[in-house]
């Protein structure tokens, strides 16, 4: 099936960042810089993030709540991007982040996060990663299992602390209609208590003086489109009738990878969730929410350089990245928009395939590229989360630099790995 064909007076795809455009020679621009441009001075492949899109929706964000509610968290979800440069630039927008294990938790403090506004999450934390957190002064630990409260008592107790402030994560046997290996709190999963358990996690985090139960936590998964699911999974939650001063509502609003993709929009997401807290567990609680993908995925492009161009039964546009560098098309079958940046537009069916040496390295299946050649910049939209937070070193391929572009400025934020990194931990 060919996608989509763009007309010579290009009206681009809402999936790409916001203020993106042709520019008057006829290439595509991100952040105010043309992308021909930036694969030239930065290499490929490349991410490069239009650092005002993420503000833009990160204040989208804060400006839904606040119409709604005075109490309020907005916490990214930095699985989706863990990055020094967005933790920063989500902290300068006021929000805080869930780090979901020690690695997250190591970058969003050199980022300079307040501890206290880090929530920490995992359904298997080691006690290394615990003791950390407690360590920093993290403000709340998302408690998933019965172990991390033996864990955390036993710490509470050795460094003769505070109590440490905990949410308890229920999985409220809600499954949404998305990707299964991106639905988490459903009947039958490896998150958090399911309902039958949590009422005996809820009273254990009650008795104890070590800790104090601050929220009950859910995240029913991810790429979410359809917001009735949040109201269900709410009620289950209520239906605990356990006392907490907060609810975490979790991640979870699906995004545009593809022209036709509607989902809904950030307000309509927050006014839902809002709306449900005080209709189902009523006025006077704090509301906290976990975005990460609807905080970065738009803002982010990938630049590749197209190195060879196969006719076979069909054809196959070969790329100097692929599973390395975008792992969602292999996981989740996840679609993506994809440009010869200097000829937005189609004419050519095909397929863009990565580098890598397995036949399901495809980035972008029955794609609709203009005359694409070798030379040519490929930019695929809609890449900002879980693109970098993904990336490995299959094949040794050397992880690609992360881009800021803001008002036809761009700066390298995360240098390209090097061939010493790859040899790097050789001992
Ligand atoms: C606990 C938790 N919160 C929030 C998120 C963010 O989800 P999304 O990127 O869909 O907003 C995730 C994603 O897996 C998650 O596991």
Known sequence: MIRRR???AQQLSHVYPLGSRVNDRGVLEVGGCDLVELAREFGTPCYVVAEDDVRRRARAFMEAFAARTDDFEVVFASKAFPCTAVYRLLWEEGIGCDVAGGGELAMALAAGVDPARIHLHGNAKSLGELRAAR??????????????????????????????????????????ETHPAISTGGPNTKF???LAHAPAGIERIQASGALELGALHLHIGSQILD???????????AALGADVPAYNLGGGLGVAYLEHDRPPTIEEYVAMKVDAVHDIIGPGKRVLDEPGRALVANAGVTLYEVQTIKRNVETYVAVDGGMSDNLRPMLYNARYEVDVASRPGGGTRCHVVGKHCESGDILVRDADLADPRPGDILVTPATGAYGHAMANTYNGALRPPVVFASGGDARLVVRRDTYEDLLARDV
């Open 6 to 8: 763009m007309p010579a």
């Open 135 to 176: 360590a920093a002064g993290v403000g709340d630990v998302i408690v998933d299992n019965l172990r991390d409260i033996e864990l955390l008592e036993a710490l509470v107790a050795q460094d003769g602390g505070p109590p440490q402030h905990v949410s308890l994560r229920v999985a409220p046997g809600i499954s949404p």
């Open 192 to 194: 958090g208590f399911d």
């Open 227 to 237: 917001l009735e699911p949040f109201r269900a999974a709410l009620q289950a939650l």
